[in-house]
């Protein structure tokens, strides 16, 4: 049973879904994760692919908070991923072609990995894919 959301992205209204099992509440701060609302980092791959990183840079724990606050973000290069703006500067491309990648400082805990694999189907379906790094 999850919960969706509406967010404007230029200009334009996209439909998000929360995994399940997560409540959406306003997302609190964590010092992993400082900039909700910013894109961390953009590659653009060879082949004309982009990927989206996020950069978390402290440990993140299994509490509500930490997990609200990742999806706030991933929520977020969601609606950058679908937005007018995207569109300008790196064309029309597939879901496969776009990576939201979560780059660990630390070594994640396992319940944020699980929330990371829960929320697959929810990226597909706004056209990207996510993965994880993580360093050990």
């Not at 209204?13 to 961390?40: N, T």
């Not at 997990?67 to 491309?93: C, H, M, P, T, W």
């Not at 990576?99 to 706004?126: G, H, K, Q």
């Amino acid at each position: 049973n999850s919960t969706s959301t509406r967010m404007a992205a230029g200009g334009d209204d996209h439909a998000f879904r929360w995994p399940s099992g997560v409540s959406q509440i306003e997302p609190l701060s964590h010092p992993g994760i400082p900039d909700l609302d910013c894109v961390d980092l953009v590659g653009v791959r060879r082949n004309g692919g982009v990927d989206l990183g996020i950069v978390v840079s402290q440990p993140l724990d299994a509490s509500e908070q930490s997990q609200r606050v990742l999806l706030a973000k991933i929520e977020n290069y969601l609606g950058y991923r679908n937005s007018e703006d995207f569109r300008n500067e790196f064309g029309e491309l597939q879901a496969d072609q776009v990576c939201i990648i979560v780059m660990f400082s630390y070594p994640p805990d396992p319940t944020i990995i699980d929330l990371i694999r829960r929320a697959e189907p929810w990226v597909a379906e706004n056209n990207a894919c996510i993965r994880f790094e993580a360093d050990s």
